[in-house]
Nanobody
Framework: QVQLVESGGGLVQAGGSLRLSCAASGRTFSGYAMGWFRQAPGKEREFVVA????????SYADSVKGRFTISRDNAKNTVYLQMNSLKPEDTAVYTC?????????????????WGQGTQVTVSS
């Protein structure tokens, strides 16, 4: 079992930045690819970004490329999502996930563990 706890969400003005963290406990964190997904009210859940277990492969949704950066610190069992140039359309609950095959899948169903989510609200 892997437990995931997100933090760092909040309210920010458009153009601002936030850094989300996802702390893992339980089984060996470094063996899992990690992903971030988000879901806005009334919308489908969507893939945001993923990172392979080694950190060598990163995948980004087109909507966040150039603005968001994922990283991981296996010594701290934590994955980070740095979000810059935030837009109102980035408003959503952001959830981290562990599993996703070795490379970091874009599919929610291919992850094995999920956090509870953290709210990100971007005001215009």
């Amino acid at each position: 079992q892997v437990q995931l706890v997100e933090s760092g969400g909040g309210l920010v003005q458009a153009g601002g930045s936030l850094r989300l963290s996802c702390a893992a406990s339980g089984r060996t964190f470094s063996g899992y690819a990690m992903g971030w997904f988000r879901q806005a009210p009334g919308k489908e859940r969507e893939f945001v970004v993923a990172i392979s277990w080694s950190g060598g492969i990163k995948s980004y949704a087109d909507s966040v490329k150039g603005r968001f950066t994922i990283s991981r610190d296996n010594a701290k069992n934590t994955v980070y999502l740095q979000m810059n140039s935030l837009k109102p359309e980035d408003t959503a609950v952001y959830t981290c996930a562990a599993g996703g095959r070795d490379y970091g899948s874009t599919r929610w169903s291919e992850y094995d563990y999920w956090g509870q989510g953290t709210q990100v609200t971007v005001s215009s």
